[in-house]
């Protein structure tokens, strides 16, 4: 990532701040407690956060029958956390310009009834609905928000016809390539990023 990230961001200086197996309430303790600059303030702020809240749902759910019943009744409150973190760095950060990005597409991923990696690339998968949920509840929030933005990324993961995740971009339907990272999140954010830096 750090290639891509240099080549569409090097320009300003910025950093790459995620944690790999992430969940919201994680970085929202890493932000309370010290993660967050306080002398030079940053720009613009890109979000993506909530796909390992409902990997985890899944998982403790153990494959079993009604995952996707849960994974439904789970969304709001993902999103919700999502919502707090974007609140905080309003509060922390007023003067930053936030750029919520949607959840990704990710696969189901089962081996023997039991999950490995998500490497099943089959579109819908048993997250698309909670996905879905999640995204548009973060998309209503962001429109009535000033300094938020809304960014959807996810299509660029997914085949031309829609049916599957593109395993060039995501190979195990969870994580972006080196490919996915430049075509789908790098050329997706970097217009929007530029546009904000700029101030227009």
């Known amino acids: 990532m750090t290639d891509v990230f240099s080549r569409y961001f090097g320009q300003y200086r910025s950093s790459i701040q ?71 760095l309003r509060q922390r950060l007023p003067t930053a310009q936030i750029v919520l990005l949607g959840l990704l597409p990710r696969g189901t991923g089962t081996a023997e009834g039991l999950p490995v990696w998500d490497n099943d690339h089959g579109w819908p998968s048993v997250y698309t609905e909670a996905m879905s949920a999640v995204n548009e509840q973060l998309r209503s929030f962001a429109n009535g928000q000033a300094g938020v933005h ?33 075509q789908g999140l790098a050329q997706c954010i970097q217009p929007l990023v530029q546009q904000l830096m700029q101030g227009s």
């Open 18 to 88: 995620g944690v790999g197996g992430d969940q919201v309430m994680h970085l929202m303790y890493r932000l309370q407690y010290g993660a967050l600059p306080t002398q030079q303030q940053p720009q613009v702020v890109v979000l993506l956060i909530g796909t390992n809240d409902l990997g985890t749902i899944a998982y403790k759910r153990g494959w079993t029958g009604g995952v996707e019943k849960k994974l439904r009744t789970a969304a709001p409150g993902v999103a919700n956390r999502v919502q707090e973190v974007v609140a905080l």
């Open 150 to 182: 809304y960014l959807d990324c996810g299509p660029r993961f997914l085949t031309a016809d829609g049916s599957a995740i593109d395993a060039d971009l995501m190979p195990d339907a969870l994580h972006p390539s080196k490919k996915g990272q430049e």
